[in-house]
């Protein structure tokens, strides 16, 4: 009997933190989804339709912070998600973003940070290990708005671009040199110890939790409206 009772406050004890574990990671899967939804409400001021629609990954960084006084010192937690050859989006990876120039405005301490990747060469850097950006591949400020989308096809040579909102301001920023890495422990908190960041990707672990899954609804709402704005242009 004794040994009974042992055993029930021993899975009592443990109760709490199963069903807190990965608060933290659904926060900030909630984030992403906000910011997200924010910089895209607003097209004239957004990502190109055609861009958006095109992407093959798309990474969202919110709160980016500048770390203490150190040149170039910044860091961010975020999620990356990759289309599939299907067109849809796969559930996202964790992913952390160190370091590179990204240029704060006087007075900003943080910024919301968007990567659109135009193909999956980067994203297969990043599951293997960390990937710099400028470095493994090109990357450059993106263009904004409507009256960018002309010239996406030309112009856009670059196989990733970046964008960053701080103080409502949205705008391309340089992100040469920044350094994006998985992250593993947000990654098990949410899918599993087993799971890994291309198992993740390629659709092949546990389902996640409902904030996951929703900023992936959330990236197939926002490039579906994107897909539509191009179809509506020709």
Do not use: C
Not at 50 to 73: N, R, Y
Not at 126 to 140: H, P, Q, R, W
Not at 162 to 169: I, K, N, T
Not at 224 to 234: G, M, N, Q, R, S
Request: charged share 25%.
């Amino acid at each position: 009997m004794r040994r009974h009772f042992t055993l029930l406050v021993s899975l009592f004890l443990l109760l709490p933190l199963s069903a807190f574990a990965g608060q933290k990671e659904d926060d900030r899967a909630n984030d992403a989804s906000r910011v997200l939804s924010e910089i895209l409400r607003i097209p004239e001021d957004s990502i190109p339709s055609k861009l958006l629609s095109e992407a093959q990954a798309i990474a969202v960084i919110p709160d980016v912070v500048k770390a203490g006084f150190v040149i170039g010192g910044r860091r961010g937690k975020g999620l990356i998600a990759v289309r599939g050859t299907d067109g849809t989006w796969s559930n996202p990876s964790f992913m952390i973003l160190t370091g590179g120039s990204i240029g704060f405005q006087a007075g900003v301490q943080s910024a919301d940070v968007i990567l659109v990747f135009r193909n999956g060469r980067g994203v297969d850097s990043i599951v293997n290990g960390k990937f710099t950006l400028g470095g493994d591949a090109s990357v450059a400020a993106g263009p904004v708005g409507r009256s960018a989308q002309a010239s996406t096809d030309e112009q856009l040579k670059a196989e990733i671009y970046s964008y960053s909102r701080a103080r409502g301001l949205f705008a391309g920023i340089s992100l040469d040199g920044a350094v994006m890495q998985i992250d593993k422990k947000a990654n098990a908190a949410v899918y599993g110890r087993e799971a890994t960041s291309r198992m993740i990707l390629e659709g092949r672990a546990a389902k996640p939790s409902d904030a996951v899954v929703s900023f992936r609804d959330k990236l197939e709402e926002s490039t579906a409206k994107a897909a539509d704005a191009v179809k509506a242009a020709k």
